[in-house]
């Protein structure tokens, strides 16, 4: 290889880096819609500690009047906007001992909105953010602020006689419950102890969800 | 003749490579900081502050669009709106109003309403709706949509399809409702295209979800409090 030949493709080499280093500056200065990932806490292993966190027994209310302490305590940002990037549903239903338990209407929802929130009692789970992001199940517990862990909901704490089992569209999940992501028209089952008549795997999510 | 026999030497550029790698090594360097420098400032934060946006009104649509205020005044507020948002219904009802008296009443300032309708099929149902209220009554159409943000409930939850948004534009004084069903019926892919592209639009500035706003060259996420809407304003009179 001649010196000039060495010289092109040192320079030819150098020039890929230089422009691949310039492409992830740009691209971190200057986060687009599509790749516009948030800083939000990562799921906590362990919610106690969190303020007003409930650890009592059903029914629960939407716990709006700590809400904002919570959302500070996960990084969760207060939105004066329904975001529109990113834009999903799953549905919620919660089960102790056969019994359907109530998802309340408004969980997230004190004069701001957290990016994921209720807007009824359908269990229905609204995700809308103006950032991509990966919410999880255990960010929604904290949100609502009721004790939700591998083994425990509200004052609900798994036993051998008693299991907490999770179920995500009518299949038993044997992972971290804390940590599963909320994704499109997931339908989750939450079950305490004795099993409901049936487990929900679908929901008819309205027009546009 | 001889010398033409003789075929011409192959002329070396292998010296002019390294110039050259360095040329266009320049010029990508410098397309990728001018590019970064034009986009700096320009995403929105999470509706928590008035961002120093890189953004023109003067390139916002506006021809054709429903607008309350003096066509020529010297502000416009671009707003981008879902019916079924929350916080657009907040804007609407309490921020807007001040608004309206101290800028729109007065002659400086002119609101667009631009479609943004993402969060259910109620949202687009009344987007098009209010198409065909304002291309048949123009003069009712700010009465027609205050109406249906009071109405606004929770998503689903009885008021935003078609049966209820007609009764209550027949509540609406001025209003032919019938006409306005008619004119829905026979614009509907009209319409919806005319949404759609507004949403994009806004999308393309930067508007990340409802409500957004664009005014002078600044881009406000979210229906933050008067006072951030009232410095934007005023910075442009």
């Known amino acids: 290889m001649s010196r000039n030949e060495k010289l092109f493709w040192g320079t030819f080499t150098a020039l890929i880096v230089v422009g691949f280093v310039a492409a992830v500056v740009y691209r971190v200065k200057n986060p687009t819609v599509s790749s516009n990932i948030s800083t939000i806490g990562a799921t906590l292993a362990d919610p106690a500690g969190l303020p007003g966190l409930l650890t009592s027994n059903a029914p629960w209310t939407s716990n709006s009047e700590t809400i ?11 939105l004066s906007m329904e975001g529109a990037v990113m834009h999903i549903h799953q549905q919620l239903n919660i089960f102790v001992d056969g019994a359907n338990v109530p998802v309340p209407a408004n969980i997230g929802i004190a004069g701001f909105f957290s990016p994921v929130h209720t807007h009824d009692t359908t269990g229905v789970v609204h995700v809308e953010a103006p950032f991509v992001a990966k919410f999880t199940l255990g960010h929604f517990f904290d949100i609502w602020g009721v004790r939700f862990t591998q083994d425990c909901i509200g004052s609900y704490c798994a036993s051998e006689s008693k299991p907490l089992r999770l179920y995500i569209n009518g299949t038993l999940f044997s ?35 | 003749m001889p010398e033409n026999n003789v075929p011409a030497p192959a002329r070396d550029y292998s010296n002019l490579y390294t110039p050259m790698a360095i040329v266009l090594a320049g010029v990508v360097i410098g397309a990728f900081v001018m590019v970064g420098l034009s986009k700096m400032g320009a995403t929105a934060g999470a509706g928590g502050g008035v961002p120093t946006a890189k953004v023109d009104i003067a390139d916002v649509k506006v021809d054709g669009i429903p607008f309350i205020g003096n066509a020529d005044a ?5 707003y981008w709106s879902d019916y079924q948002c929350p916080f657009c219904q907040q804007y609407e009802l309490d921020t807007m109003m001040d608004l309206k008296t101290a800028y729109v009443d007065t002659g400086k300032m002119k609101i667009v309403f631009k479609d943004y309708a993402f969060l259910s099929e109620d949202s687009t149902t009344a987007a098009v ?34 049966p209820t948004i007609l009764a209550l534009t027949k509540s609406v004084a001025g209003i032919n409702a019938s006409a306005v069903q008619a004119r829905v019926a026979s614009n509907m892919e009209q319409y919806l295209a005319l949404i759609d592209a507004d949403r994009q639009e806004g999308t393309s500035f930067g508007v990340q979800g409802t409500p957004g706003f664009i005014t002078g060259k600044i881009l406000i996420p979210g229906s933050l409090p008067l006072a951030e809407f009232k410095a934007a304003i005023d910075s442009q009179l």
């Open chain 1, 175 to 209: 992972g971290d419950y804390r940590t599963v992501e909320l994704k499109a028209h997931d339908v989750y089952a939450l079950v305490y102890g004795t099993l409901p008549q049936s487990i929900p795997s679908t929901f008819a999510f309205p027009a546009g969800y």
């Open chain 2, 74 to 78: 010297p502000v416009t507020l671009a």
């Open chain 1, 68 to 78: 904002s302490e919570r959302m500070d305590a996960i990084s969760m940002p207060k």
């Open chain 2, 129 to 162: 709706w209010g198409r065909a209220v304002w291309d048949l009554f123009p003069a009712q159409y700010f009465a027609w949509r205050v109406a249906m943000y009071e109405a606004q409930d929770e998503e689903h939850g009885g008021f935003g399809n078609e």
